[in-house]
């Protein structure tokens, strides 16, 4: 299983951007997908998750501001953020837990594949 993230950037608070993260695989609709990110010099932390029968999940802190959805007919995870704050800014990492059941997981030791990462900037 390989992934494939983009669409990170520079953006002004209060802006917009929509993160995709493309899978390889043909088993893709069977897992969950999750995206987490790392703030410099933090733990890499959390950020929302969808199984495959496309519940989601958010942290506290993106909750009403961030969309994680998936289209399996293209293998893709999306991430739409929306009213950004600087606080967001962090490399953002999309991941696969390929583990076929409906349990939630949100550690990163749960996930069995990462994506490079796409940096997100926001400036206030």
């Known amino acids: 299983v390989q992934l494939q993230a983009s669409g990170g950037g520079l953006v002004q608070a209060g802006g917009s951007l929509r993160l995709s993260c493309a899978v390889s695989?043909?088993?893709?609709?069977?897992?969950?997908m999750a995206w987490f990110r790392q703030a410099p010099g933090k733990e890499r932390e959390f950020v929302a998750v969808?199984?495959?029968?496309?519940?989601?999940r958010y942290a506290d802190s993106v909750k009403g501001r961030f969309t994680i959805s998936r289209d399996n007919a293209k293998n893709t995870v999306y991430l739409q953020m929306d009213n950004l704050k600087p606080v967001d800014t962090a490399v953002y990492y999309c991941?696969?837990?390929?583990?076929?059941?409906?349990?939630?997981?949100?550690?990163?030791?749960?996930?069995?594949?990462w994506g490079q990462g796409t940096q997100v900037t926001v400036s206030s």
């Open positions: 695989g043909r088993a893709f609709s069977n897992y969950a």
């Open positions: 969808i199984m495959r029968n496309f519940y989601t």
């Open positions: 991941a696969v837990d390929t583990k076929i059941d409906l349990v939630l997981r949100t550690s990163t030791f749960n996930y069995d594949y």
